[in-house]
């Protein structure tokens, strides 16, 4: 999917409705974000208007084949196309990494996420939200969350491993059908409520917070002098 694409659903009511859930739980895990840098990855321009309000400096990085857009709307332009197995960043200069339509869509998963661990600062943290494969959303091409690869928790949870990250949370969203009818969005909230609790493995995406692994470098044995 493109950048055209992506805007035109989120500017649709399922994809409002869909934004204020999502929104909902990532919230909840970023806390405060003064003086922070957030950095959002793939599309997740819709999640960073509040939690970008809030970060010392909020950038938004569009992977290459999905084009990019101007934003914000008013100020300096923080958006920028990038190559998202190369990020243009020194070494550990983000806080937070808000990553949203992208690992779903990147041809190498693998090397995404090494280069977040790159550009991450030590005990960085990654929200990273992916169409979940035994949820509903998975199987319609009707949002982005039914585009690209889905990720079942214990694959997400050993590339993560892989990937040097430490896993700090999961939670889970969209249990409602991805349907733009009135009735279904209007009980789309009382849906997340009674079929999480009942049956929280179908949610249509999978939200994960992680944090990066630095490991610390023993020093080499000393050689004690015989006397």
Same mark, same amino acid.
């Given at each position: 999917?493109?950048?055209?694409?992506?805007?035109?659903?989120?500017?649709?009511?399922?994809?409002?409705?869909?934004?204020?859930?999502?929104?909902?739980?990532?919230?909840?895990?970023?806390?405060?974000?003064?003086?922070?840098?957030?950095?959002?990855?793939?599309?997740?321009?819709?999640?960073?208007?509040?939690?970008?309000?809030?970060?010392?400096?909020?950038?938004?990085?569009?992977?290459?084949?999905?084009?990019?857009? @101007?934003? !914000? &709307? =008013?100020?300096?332009?923080?958006?920028?196309? +990038?190559?998202?197995?190369?990020?243009? #960043? /020194?070494?550990?200069?983000?806080?937070?990494?808000?990553?949203?339509?992208?690992?779903?869509?990147? @041809?190498? !998963? &693998? =090397?995404?996420?090494?280069?977040?661990?790159? +550009?991450?600062?030590?005990?960085?943290? #990654? /929200?990273?939200?992916?169409?979940?494969?035994?949820?509903?959303?998975?199987?319609?091409?009707?949002?982005?969350?039914?585009?690209?690869?889905?990720?079942?928790?214990?694959?997400?949870?050993?590339?993560?491993?892989?990937?040097?990250?430490?896993?700090?949370?999961?939670?889970?969203?969209?249990?409602?059908?991805?349907?733009?009818?009135?009735?279904?969005?209007?009980?789309?909230?009382?849906?997340?409520?009674?079929?999480?609790?009942?049956?929280?493995?179908?949610?249509?995406?999978?939200?994960?917070?992680?944090?990066?692994?630095?490991?610390?470098?023993?020093?080499?044995?000393?050689?004690?002098?015989?006397?």
């Amino acid at each position: 999917m493109d950048v055209v694409d992506l805007r035109e659903f989120y500017a649709s009511p399922l994809g409002n409705t869909t934004r204020k859930l999502i929104a909902n739980r990532l919230k909840a895990k970023t806390g405060s974000l003064a003086a922070a840098t957030v950095l959002g990855l793939g599309y997740a321009m819709p999640y960073l208007e509040e939690a970008g309000a809030e970060a010392g400096t909020s950038l938004s990085f569009m992977m290459a084949r999905q084009g990019v857009i @101007h934003w !914000p &709307a =008013e100020g300096p332009v923080r958006s920028a196309l +990038v190559d998202e197995t190369d990020l243009p #960043l /020194l070494e550990s200069a983000v806080d937070i990494i808000i990553a949203v339509h992208a690992l779903e869509l990147c @041809h190498a !998963p &693998a =090397e995404m996420l090494r280069e977040v661990w790159r +550009v991450l600062a030590p005990q960085g943290r #990654l /929200l990273l939200v992916v169409p979940n494969r035994r949820g509903l959303w998975a199987r319609f091409d009707t949002s982005p969350f039914g585009q690209g690869q889905p990720f079942s928790r214990p694959q997400l949870a050993g590339l993560l491993r892989n990937c040097e990250f430490s896993i700090l949370s999961w939670s889970h969203a969209l249990y409602f059908p991805p349907s733009g009818s009135g009735m279904v969005l209007s009980s789309a909230g009382a849906m997340e409520s009674v079929v999480g609790r009942i049956m929280p493995a179908v949610s249509g995406v999978l939200i994960v917070e992680a944090v990066k692994q630095v490991y610390a470098i023993a020093a080499g044995k000393r050689v004690r002098k015989l006397s």
